[in-house]
């Protein structure tokens, strides 16, 4: 069986981790920089439709994916769009009417496509199928790996922490458009991954109760994006969920999903490899996740490809994490604007 042809716009930092991954699961007909393309109306609808792609992977800075979607809507095939899915809610609306056109949009996210797979099987959540096999349970002498997450009681609290200073990670470098006020920040490119991981959990609304977010100095001269935030949100139900995230951290990368509950915890770090530590009174459960992480993000995009979805991958999650970051954002700039003038 031949290789699914791939168009692949973008041609950064991520693709550069995707790109063994995709010369694996697919043949390449088109590689296009965000550059390549500019501004002009139509010039990406027209190198795509030349190179006649079964499937394309938006991996643009965070400000082009909505026009880039739109762009490329009539073509109705299969659309990766890496996280966040757009930044703006008036966008988020534009790419809501696209789907009437093109309902194969596969909203991405690292941590719940991949990292977070062994949370999500224990909790009996969607995951991609093709991960299933690379998934590990090391120890589990009470048998809490096929009782699922029922074992953790009642869910008190929740704890997100995405902390990098070390590596390419560890700073904006490379990925200057990150200092964007609206379109970058930690906020976008590191707390989204945790807000759509927890509406892949639990599928619950949250709100709002505090936010605190700084910026290290920086030579623009001008208002520019967050470094760090933290977050204090609740859930419908009243559980407290803890995210704090940031980039230049002095104590280098740490990064972690912690799960509360009345008999015990579970918590996923995120390290290599992945790791499930699942402790309750009965006792405890370890569970990793096996392979390349990157280049389990394209086989889960050419599973969607290859299985013939007609509907949306991801979008809920990604629609909720949007709204909400959106409006903190909105938040943050409007008083960071204040403190300039």
């Not at 394309?56 to 490329?72: D, G, Q, S, V």
């Not at 790419?95 to 991949?114: H, K």
């Not at 009470?142 to 560890?170: D, F, M, P, T, Y």
């Amino acid at each position: 069986m031949s290789k699914p042809r791939l168009a692949v716009v973008g041609l950064g930092r991520y693709y550069r981790k995707l790109e063994r991954g995709i010369a694996e699961c697919f043949t390449t007909v088109l590689k296009a920089d965000a550059a390549d393309v500019g501004s002009e109306e139509g010039a990406l609808r027209s190198l795509a439709v030349r190179s006649a792609p079964d499937a394309i992977m938006l991996l643009t800075p965070n400000h082009l994916h909505a026009r880039h979607i739109l762009e490329l809507a009539d073509l109705r095939i299969p659309i990766l769009v890496e996280k966040p899915l757009v930044t703006s809610e008036p966008d988020l609306d534009l790419v809501l009417q696209s789907l009437d056109t093109n309902p194969s949009l596969y909203c991405s996210d690292f941590y719940l496509d991949v990292r977070a797979a062994p949370l999500l099987a224990w909790f009996k959540r969607p995951y991609p199928s093709c991960l299933g096999k690379c998934i590990q349970v090391e120890e589990d002498e009470h048998n809490l790996w096929q009782q699922g997450s029922s074992v953790l009681g009642s869910i008190r609290r929740v704890e997100a922490v995405l902390l990098e200073g070390e590596g390419q990670a560890g700073s904006f470098e490379g990925r200057e458009w990150l200092w964007d006020p609206v379109h970058g920040g930690v906020l976008w490119d590191l707390a989204y991954h945790f807000v759509v991981l927890w509406h892949g959990l639990f599928g619950e609304s949250l709100s709002l109760v505090s936010t605190d977010a700084r910026t290290i100095p920086h030579s623009l001269g001008r208002p520019a994006a967050e470094t760090y935030a933290a977050l204090e949100l609740r859930a419908s139900s009243g559980t407290h969920f803890i995210i704090r995230v940031g980039k230049y951290h002095e104590r280098g990368n740490e990064r972690w999903f912690r799960i509360e509950g009345s008999h015990g915890q579970a918590q996923m770090v995120f390290q290599d490899p992945n790791i499930l530590m699942i402790r309750v009174q009965e006792g405890e459960c370890v569970a990793l996740l096996a392979g390349s992480y990157y280049t389990h993000v394209v086989e889960a995009f050419k599973e969607y490809v290859e299985t013939g979805a007609s509907q949306p991958h991801g979008l809920e999650p990604a629609v909720a994490a949007t709204r909400l970051i959106a409006a903190i954002k909105q938040q943050l700039n409007l008083a960071q604007v204040s403190a300039h003038k």
